[in-house]
């Protein structure tokens, strides 16, 4: 979600908490579970290839990419959100 959009879901009239929406959460959870069928798919069904070095490429990235979808879902959550409620309050008591 785009953070122009996120700050105005946040400084809207409605009670800020520090917790990701439903359907970010649900987004988030969406993208981890295929990308975790995806590499599930590769390592078994992959019919053998001749290049395996391409294949354990292919695999390391996808272990790195998941890494790095837990990361931001985290410094989103646990970073992100929180300045954003700091601005809101900052916003909130200047007017």
Do not use: G
Request: hydrophobic share 35%; aromatic share 4%; proline share 3%.
């Amino acid at each position: 979600m785009h953070l122009k959009r996120r700050l105005y879901q946040i400084i809207s009239p409605k009670k800020s908490n520090n917790k990701l929406s439903e359907k970010e959460q649900e987004d988030h959870n969406q993208l981890e579970e295929k990308l975790f069928d995806l590499k599930n798919l590769i390592i078994k069904f992959l019919p053998p290839v001749k290049r395996k070095d391409i294949l354990e490429n292919l695999l390391i990235e996808l272990f790195r990419l998941e890494d790095d979808l837990e990361d931001h879902s985290r410094i989103e959550e646990k970073v992100l959100l929180a300045k954003i409620i700091h601005l809101e309050q900052t916003i909130l008591k200047k007017s």
